[in-house]
Every structure is written in C-alpha cells, then in structure tokens.
C-alpha cells in the first residue's frame, strides 16, 4: 500500500464496479467482444479490456470509429443482452463481501458508479450479493456525462447526501481517479494487475482490504446507531443535470 491516510470526516465510499468490486473485466470484454463480431467487427478480447469501464461510447469508438445513435444502441443492447445471460458467473473479489461488511458495520455509507447501465449493475451486485450492502447506485444512463467527468460520482454523492469532500472515491483506472480530482474528492487506487496508471491517486492498494487502513478503520468497530438508508435499491434512479449540460439522456 501507497500513499497517505484519507483525510478525517469522511463518511462516505463511492465504489468503481468491474474491476473493483467486481471481477467481471473479462466478462465485459466478452460481451463487447459478441456485439462487435455480431456486427461484423472481429477484436481482439484482450485489447477491449483497457477500455473497460469507459462510456459505451466511446469503446464502440475505439474499435469502430464514430457511430450514429442507432449503431451504438444496436451495439449496445447486444451487449448489455450478452450480459444479461452471463449475470449468474458475476462473482466478487475475495475480500470485497467482508470489507464491505465491515464498512457497513462503521456507519460508512456506500455507493457504486458506473459506466454500465442501472438496471445491468444492480443485476451485477445482486449476483454477487452486494446489492443489499450499497446505499446507491448510479449507473452510465443516469447522467450525461460519463467517465472521466465526475457527474456519476457527484450523483452518487449527492444519493448518500455527502458532499465530495466527505467522500472517497475507488476505482481501478486512471478514468476513476481523474474524476475524484476534479470534484475535490481523496482518490484510491486499486491495482490488482500489471496496471501502470498516468493519473497519480492518493493512495494505492493491492485490494480492497487496503481500505480499511486508509481509512484508519482496520481494528473493527461497532455499529452505529446512527446508520440510515439514503436510497432504497431498486428504486428508479434519478438523473442529475449539471450547468452547462444539453440534450437528452443517454446511455454512456
């Protein structure tokens, strides 16, 4: 582990998904890999894996060049399709149920932010059993803006009702730092791989149980009395607008 202790008063974690929580790269390579052939795009697996976590858009980019609306909703739905079908081999990191736990029992609040849509990241998490365990989660299709822009992870924080300030963010790319950075939140890391980031986060940890010690939470505690529920998981998201933003909503 890398790096410096978060700062004191934060009472909130806004997870990254696959990669993080989630060890589903591989998987979501796969199914881009379905949608690209199924349209006549031969990749290769291992070389959509870089791009994992970025907008749909914007790795149908990057293999297909710029697609009208209707290409990438037609490569999306197959995605999201192949997905579907494979939501049963989605599986946590090892330590990720425990840790989460533990955050849970400290009266830290948790939300997921992701790229992928609502509806396939709350099929993701309860798959692993971790849906229960998140105060919210935000998903590409509830902002305009995806990754690396920090609007997912301002909505997130805006769901626990924190600020960015009482937040930490964790991801696993450079797209989940950058974020953090421009909303003013501490930044950490997770390099489980061979991953060399650009961005230089916070702090760095080889897993999830890292975090419990950047957050000087690693000798237990108790409950706190005082935890509530900020969004009741299930419910339908609701899509922040920042200043400046046009045009309608669209899955990133």
Not at 16 to 33: C, N, P, Q
Request: aromatic share 4%; glycine share 8%; charged share 30%.
């Amino acid at each position: 582990m890398s790096g410096c202790s978060a700062p004191s008063g934060v009472r909130g974690v806004i997870f990254d998904m696959d990669g993080t929580l989630l060890d589903t790269v591989r998987l979501v390579s796969a199914a881009w890999e379905f949608a690209l052939r199924s349209l006549g795009h031969r990749v290769d697996p291992s070389e959509i894996e870089r791009f994992v976590g970025l907008p749909a858009s914007k790795i149908a980019e990057a293999f297909v060049g710029p697609s009208s609306s209707s290409s990438l909703m037609e490569l999306t739905n197959l995605r999201s399709r192949y997905l579907e079908e494979h939501a049963g081999e989605v599986r946590a990191f090892p330590e990720v149920p425990e840790v989460l736990a533990e955050l849970r029992s400290l009266g830290i609040r948790m939300a997921v932010a992701t790229s992928m849509p609502s509806s396939i990241a709350r099929l993701f998490l309860d798959s692993a059993r971790l849906l229960q365990l998140m105060d919210a989660v935000v998903g590409g299709d509830c902002v305009e803006r995806g990754k690396p822009e920090p609007d997912m992870f301002l909505e997130a924080a805006a769901r626990i009702s924190l600020s960015p300030r009482e937040v930490v963010v964790v991801g696993d790319r450079d797209y989940d730092i950058i974020p953090a950075r421009r909303m003013g939140s501490f930044s950490i890391l997770v390099v489980r791989d061979a991953y060399c980031p650009t961005e230089k986060p916070d702090a760095v940890i080889p897993d999830l149980r890292g975090l419990l010690r950047v957050l000087g939470r690693s000798g237990g505690g108790r409950r706190s009395p005082r935890r509530r529920r900020v969004e009741r998981i299930g419910s339908a998201p609701q899509p922040v607008r920042l200043k400046g933003d046009r045009g309608r909503m669209r899955e990133r």
